[in-house]
């Protein structure tokens, strides 16, 4: 898990606030940058759609289920890296489901309010019968 945090009372149902706190200890954490590659951005949008999701299905008394990132659409990264020893902000929306695919307006922000990316991405969830054919190798 790369998220470090979330605010629970930024959940409505659609939308959620995530953390990522970075450090020498931080995954993907460069030396030669002093901080993680701005590549990683897609990835904590990801980490809050999936925390986003899972506590709407646990609001529902419902098992989590396993979701694939399809993928991005006008993602815009500002940032050069995420630097060492800042917090950021991730917020995610969902825009969209119908309970397989959905949509999501995700931003990160730099602890001085800036925008560090932004992108609209779309997440497929399928049923967990469709897991176990993936996992044979059959079709969904």
Known sequence: VLISSFD????DGERLTAFVDISEKSPFYDAGIDGVPAVMALEYMAQTMAALVGL???RMR???????V???????VDVDRFRNSERYRVEVKMDFTD???????ARIFSADGSVAAEGRLSAFE?????????????TV
């Open 8 to 11: 629970p009372a930024s959940y």
């Open 56 to 58: 709407k299905r646990r």
């Open 62 to 68: 419902l098992k989590p289920r396993i979701g694939f």
């Open 70 to 76: 399809l993928g991005s659409r006008s993602l815009k």
């Open 99 to 105: 309970g397989a695919f959905a949509s999501f307006d």
């Open 126 to 138: 399928p049923e967990e019968e469709d897991v176990e054919k993936l996992k044979k190798g059959t």
